[in-house]
């Protein structure tokens, strides 16, 4: 079974440029998420979707972050315009359902620098 | 809102000597309680989850937790523990009276095993 993929894996960007980041989720997996994970900290909750739909973005700084998973299978993941402090690493994944205790898988990351 | 404590940002410790990483937690509600680790350069894998049932549970690679719901800990033991072993690992909770099945994870433990 594929795992979540996601890429780029690795971004320099300078502030107040833009930047995207694609995800595809395992296969049957209905609910998919974004966090953020900044260097020495745990991972942090942006956004997570059941299928095409929002179940939370409460933590998603809206001025600058957006999101969307119009098909309800990949997603994507857009910051504009970038500042310094969201250099991190961006994390997705998946799991089959939104009920509590599903086992939530994650991709690799996409590594986010910016100068 | 939930929270979680993991008591040591770094634990050093030598090839096949036992090792146990803390883990605390504070929550309104009742949890669903994790763990995951973190190899160099991946995203997160779930090593544990404890959802009901028998308090100790057993995980992948020989590690095991212990849910002591008094003492609000989920601290993660392996009895002897490989060159293999060096990662970080975060503990994580879950709300499982939410619809939503976001994890909250504390900062991270970094496990060094010296040959």
């Known amino acids: 079974e594929a795992g979540v993929a996601q890429s780029p894996r690795y971004k320099i960007i300078e502030k107040r440029q833009s930047v995207a980041f694609w995800c595809n989720p395992i296969?049957?997996?209905?609910?998919l998420y974004w966090y953020q994970q900044i260097l020495g900290q745990g991972p942090k909750l942006l956004i997570q979707f059941q299928n095409n739909g929002v179940v939370d973005d409460s933590q998603l700084p809206k001025d600058r972050f957006s999101a969307e998973r119009l098909k309800g299978v990949d997603s994507t993941l857009k910051i504009q315009p970038a500042k310094l402090e969201d250099s991190a690493v961006y994390l997705c994944?998946?799991?089959?359902?939104?009920?509590?205790?599903?086992?939530?898988?994650f991709g690799e990351g996409s590594w986010l620098t910016v100068v | 809102a939930q929270s979680v404590t993991q008591l040591d940002s770094q634990v050093p410790v030598f090839e096949e000597a036992p090792v146990e990483l803390r883990c605390n937690y504070s929550s309104s509600v009742s949890v669903y309680l994790f763990w995951y680790v973190q190899y160099p350069n991946q995203g997160l894998q779930l090593l544990l989850k404890y959802l009901s049932g028998s308090t100790l549970v057993k995980g992948i690679n020989g590690f095991e937790a212990e849910f002591n719901k008094s003492q609000t800990s989920f601290h993660l033991r392996k009895p002897s523990v490989h060159i293999s072993d060096t990662a970080e690992y975060f503990c994580a909770v879950s709300d499982f009276t939410s619809g939503a099945n976001n994890l909250f994870f504390g900062t991270g433990t970094r496990l060094t095993v010296i040959p």
């Open positions: 296969s049957g997996h209905a609910t």
């Open positions: 994944a998946s799991s089959r359902g939104t009920k509590s205790g599903n086992t939530i898988y």
